[in-house]
Protein backbone atom coordinates (compact mmCIF):
# COMPACT_ATOMS: atom_id res chain seq x y z
CA UNK A 1 0.00 0.00 0.00
CA UNK A 2 1.40 3.25 -1.30
CA UNK A 3 2.07 6.22 1.00
CA UNK A 4 1.47 9.84 0.21
CA UNK A 5 3.02 12.92 2.61
CA UNK A 6 1.95 16.39 1.81
CA UNK A 7 4.37 19.26 3.15
CA UNK A 8 5.22 22.90 2.69
CA UNK A 9 1.80 24.61 3.83
CA UNK A 10 2.01 27.28 6.00
CA UNK A 11 0.30 30.80 6.64
CA UNK A 12 1.23 33.54 4.21
CA UNK A 13 -0.50 37.19 3.65
CA UNK A 14 -2.35 38.31 -0.03
CA UNK A 15 -0.36 38.01 -2.52
CA UNK A 16 2.55 35.60 -1.41
CA UNK A 17 3.45 31.91 -2.81
CA UNK A 18 4.11 28.96 -1.82
CA UNK A 19 4.77 25.85 -2.57
CA UNK A 20 3.38 22.49 -1.70
CA UNK A 21 5.40 18.95 -2.13
CA UNK A 22 4.18 15.64 -2.09
CA UNK A 23 6.55 12.44 -1.41
CA UNK A 24 5.43 8.82 -2.52
CA UNK A 25 6.75 5.85 -1.44
CA UNK A 26 5.40 2.01 -2.11
CA UNK A 27 3.66 2.25 -4.97
CA UNK A 28 4.88 2.90 -8.96
CA UNK A 29 4.78 6.32 -9.20
CA UNK A 30 4.47 6.31 -13.04
CA UNK A 31 1.60 4.56 -13.18
CA UNK A 32 -0.73 7.13 -10.57
CA UNK A 33 -2.49 10.30 -11.92
CA UNK A 34 -1.57 12.79 -9.40
CA UNK A 35 -4.05 15.55 -8.05
CA UNK A 36 -4.08 17.55 -5.51
CA UNK A 37 -7.67 19.01 -3.85
CA UNK A 38 -8.48 20.92 -0.68
CA UNK A 39 -10.62 21.54 1.84
CA UNK A 40 -11.60 24.50 3.98
CA UNK A 41 -13.99 24.16 7.51
CA UNK A 42 -17.86 23.66 6.63
CA UNK A 43 -16.85 22.55 2.48
CA UNK A 44 -16.73 19.75 0.59
CA UNK A 45 -13.33 18.62 -0.89
CA UNK A 46 -12.80 20.09 -4.02
CA UNK A 47 -10.27 19.51 -7.13
CA UNK A 48 -7.34 21.61 -7.42
CA UNK A 49 -4.98 20.45 -9.74
CA UNK A 50 -3.78 17.54 -11.53
CA UNK A 51 -1.76 15.87 -13.50
CA UNK A 52 -2.25 12.19 -15.95
CA UNK A 53 0.03 9.41 -15.38
CA UNK A 54 -1.01 8.50 -19.00
CA UNK A 55 -0.67 11.15 -21.27
CA UNK A 56 0.80 14.35 -18.83
CA UNK A 57 -2.75 15.55 -19.06
CA UNK A 58 -2.85 18.71 -16.67
CA UNK A 59 -6.05 20.34 -15.44
CA UNK A 60 -6.48 22.60 -13.08
CA UNK A 61 -9.95 24.32 -11.10
CA UNK A 62 -11.11 27.70 -13.13
CA UNK A 63 -10.68 29.17 -9.47
CA UNK A 64 -6.69 28.78 -9.50
CA UNK A 65 -5.99 28.37 -13.15
CA UNK A 66 -3.06 30.85 -13.95
CA UNK A 67 -2.29 31.01 -10.56
CA UNK A 68 -1.08 27.21 -9.73
CA UNK A 69 1.48 25.03 -11.60
CA UNK A 70 1.30 21.36 -10.64
CA UNK A 71 4.30 19.07 -11.86
CA UNK A 72 5.24 15.87 -10.80
CA UNK A 73 9.34 14.41 -11.05
CA UNK A 74 8.97 10.67 -11.76
CA UNK A 75 12.84 10.11 -11.08
CA UNK A 76 11.98 11.60 -6.94
CA UNK A 77 8.36 10.36 -7.31
CA UNK A 78 6.53 13.22 -5.93
CA UNK A 79 4.55 16.04 -7.08
CA UNK A 80 4.07 19.83 -6.29
CA UNK A 81 2.31 22.57 -6.16
CA UNK A 82 3.24 26.35 -6.89
CA UNK A 83 0.81 28.54 -5.86
CA UNK A 84 1.32 32.31 -6.63
CA UNK A 85 -0.60 35.55 -6.16
CA UNK A 86 -2.85 33.41 -3.15
CA UNK A 87 -5.99 34.66 -1.66
CA UNK A 88 -7.40 34.32 1.17
CA UNK A 89 -10.03 32.10 -0.15
CA UNK A 90 -7.31 29.39 -1.07
CA UNK A 91 -7.07 29.13 2.96
CA UNK A 92 -7.72 25.06 3.34
CA UNK A 93 -6.57 21.56 3.89
CA UNK A 94 -4.36 20.77 1.05
CA UNK A 95 -4.32 16.81 0.18
CA UNK A 96 -1.86 15.03 -2.12
CA UNK A 97 -4.01 12.08 -3.85
CA UNK A 98 -2.89 9.04 -6.64
CA UNK A 99 -5.64 6.87 -8.96
CA UNK A 100 -4.73 4.58 -11.57
CA UNK A 101 -8.12 6.33 -13.22
CA UNK A 102 -7.89 9.18 -16.26
CA UNK A 103 -10.11 11.05 -14.31
CA UNK A 104 -8.10 13.95 -12.48
CA UNK A 105 -11.04 15.95 -10.39
CA UNK A 106 -13.15 13.25 -9.18
CA UNK A 107 -12.55 12.47 -5.47
CA UNK A 108 -13.84 9.19 -5.34
CA UNK A 109 -11.60 8.07 -7.87
CA UNK A 110 -8.73 8.43 -6.06
CA UNK A 111 -7.73 5.47 -3.48
CA UNK A 112 -4.55 6.94 -1.77
CA UNK A 113 -4.57 10.15 0.19
CA UNK A 114 -1.76 12.35 1.76
CA UNK A 115 -2.68 13.65 5.73
CA UNK A 116 -2.78 16.88 4.28
CA UNK A 117 -0.70 20.25 5.13
CA UNK A 118 -2.41 23.68 6.08
CA UNK A 119 -2.21 26.58 3.92
CA UNK A 120 -3.65 29.65 6.17
CA UNK A 121 -3.48 32.84 3.79
CA UNK A 122 -4.44 36.44 5.70
CA UNK A 123 -5.41 39.52 4.01
Known amino acids: QGQLVESGGRSVQTGESLRLSCATSGLTFTWYSMSWFRQAPGKEREFVAG????????DYADSVAGRFTITRDNAKESVYLQMNNLKPEDTAVYYCAASRGYDLAYVRAFELWGQGTQVTVSS
Open 51 to 58: ISWEDGRI
